[in-house]
């Protein structure tokens, strides 16, 4: 069966651009609408084989002998997709970093796919490469203040940023490099340590979940007694419990020791764009590079990652060559060379979405949003304070809440979160402190309603109750 050369979406120079977009955006919507309505909840209910099953059932056959055509093939994945999806918008899913994306977000992220630069040559994303220019220098600036030339480069997340911030810090003093961290520290700082080939990092003790500086002071004093160059590893906002780590005073002990700085800001870093909060992050500019992640508190589709550095020439060591893409002589006539703005080659211009939103909400937009996810965590707080059945673990210092029933053990913990999942109930995480399991709600909705988390609660409540574990 020939290929229907009149359907304009499978025609070469068809492919893409607005007039064989338009057609097709109908159908994507009313798909989306109609997979959440068959859906009803933050969660797919039945676990993973119901959901796999339902998608089967669904979508027929992954590569059919004929194809069914653009819109049948859109219209039943999409539905299905969005039928078996986690929603993050909704207010009762909140186990994860895992935010909504504004939809001004989503829609210029179209807009990426539909042109689909390619951000390795200038010749391939002209005005891509001016905008991303333009952006991460403005972002750059948002971290590093005081600095004259500072700069980013976009990352898929945080853990791509990490391992770049390992990645520069090896470049400058070599193999030898001793990584410092707390035991709240990201994984991906371990595991970047691994793909770069250094040494395991020295892992130190986090009292309340934060870095001990008197702990920092003494592993630096025996890496300088060993002749070791070091990076000490902070956190503005670990994924457990949010915790932002003494930044001044980790500041100046790295300094005192002459160790590298580098700071994983992933979630905590958006404070910057609120006045209110942002004094939260207080030597963060002291920082040899940092780590942002906007599609957290920054309501990207994912990915949105950042590395900052103060000065553009500390990214210097991931210069690179290939003549069919950045040749001398067309760099030095003026070309725009890209391959040191990554370590991929071909990267999607995820910069039209982070620019539009800048520009849509201004500073100040993006930092009320922020303060209201705060502020929605510190009513989930009080809620659990005043609940009689309910346990907090401590006050949130940015927008994630550890809870747990008084009378569950913590197997009874996590067969209380598995159950709200298997409904499609609710999606709450989990995390271990202090000893013990608790449940964690990392709220990324600035529009969650204190009725949305008092049903959240009582979802909890009703779970363990039903599972005969309060008196």
């Not at 909704?90 to 994306?101: I, N, Q, S, V």
Request: net charge negative; glycine share 8%.
């Amino acid at each position: 069966m020939p290929v229907p050369t009149d359907d304009a979406t499978l025609l070469a120079g068809g492919t893409s651009g607005p007039r064989a977009l338009r057609p097709l955006l109908d159908t994507v919507l009313t798909a989306l609408a109609e997979g959440a309505a068959d859906r009803d909840g933050p969660l797919p209910p039945g676990g993973p084989e119901a959901t796999a099953a339902r998608l089967r059932a669904a979508c027929g056959p992954v590569l059919p002998e004929h194809g069914t055509g653009a819109h049948a093939a859109l219209s039943s994945l999409v539905r299905a997709l969005a039928e078996g999806a986690a929603d993050p918008a909704d207010p009762h899913c909140a186990a994860h970093l895992h935010c909504p994306p504004l939809a001004v977000a989503a829609a210029a992220d179209l807009a990426a796919s539909a042109l689909n630069p390619s951000m390795d040559s200038w010749d391939q994303a002209p005005a891509a490469t001016a905008l991303e220019e333009r952006t991460t220098r403005a972002l750059a600036a948002l971290v590093h203040p005081r600095e004259h030339d500072p700069d980013a480069l976009l990352t898929t997340g945080g853990t791509e940023s990490n391992q770049l911030g390992l990645l520069l810090a090896r470049e400058r003093t070599g193999p030898r490099l001793r990584v410092l961290c707390a035991a709240s520290a990201h994984h991906s700082v371990g595991r970047s340590a691994w793909v770069l080939g250094l040494d395991r990092p020295v892992v130190l003790p986090a009292p309340r979940g934060l870095l001990d500086p008197a702990a920092l002071d003494a592993a630096l004093a025996e890496a300088t007694a060993a002749g070791l160059p070091a990076l000490v590893v902070a956190t503005a906002g670990t994924t457990d419990t949010g915790a932002i780590d003494p930044l001044p005073a980790v500041a100046d002990t790295a300094a005192r020791h002459r160790a590298a700085l580098h700071v994983d800001a992933a979630y905590g870093g958006p404070l910057l764009f609120s006045d209110r909060l942002r004094h939260r992050l207080d030597g963060l500019e002291r920082a040899d590079s940092v780590t942002l992640d906007l599609h957290k508190l920054g309501w990207q589709p994912v990915a949105a990652g950042l590395l900052t550095v103060p000065r553009a020439e500390l990214l210097a060591p991931l210069g690179h060559q290939a003549d069919y893409l950045n040749a001398d002589d067309d760099t030095r006539a003026g070309l725009p060379d890209l391959l040191g703005r990554s370590l991929r080659t071909t990267r999607r211009p995820d910069v039209l979405k982070i620019a539009v939103t800048l520009q849509a909400l201004g500073r100040s937009g993006l930092g009320l949003l922020v303060e209201r996810t705060c502020a929605a965590a510190r009513h989930l707080a009080d809620l659990v304070e005043e609940h009689p059945r309910l346990e907090l673990h401590a006050r949130p210092c940015l927008s994630t809440v550890l809870f747990r029933p008084t009378s569950a053990d913590d197997e009874q913990v996590a067969a209380i979160r598995r159950h709200l999942l298997g409904t499609g109930r609710a999606v709450l995480g989990r995390a271990e402190q202090d000893g013990r399991r608790w449940l964690k709600a990392t709220l990324l909705n600035p529009h969650a309603r204190s009725a949305d988390l008092t049903a959240l609660l009582t979802l909890v409540d009703d779970s363990a109750r039903e599972k005969d574990l309060q008196p």
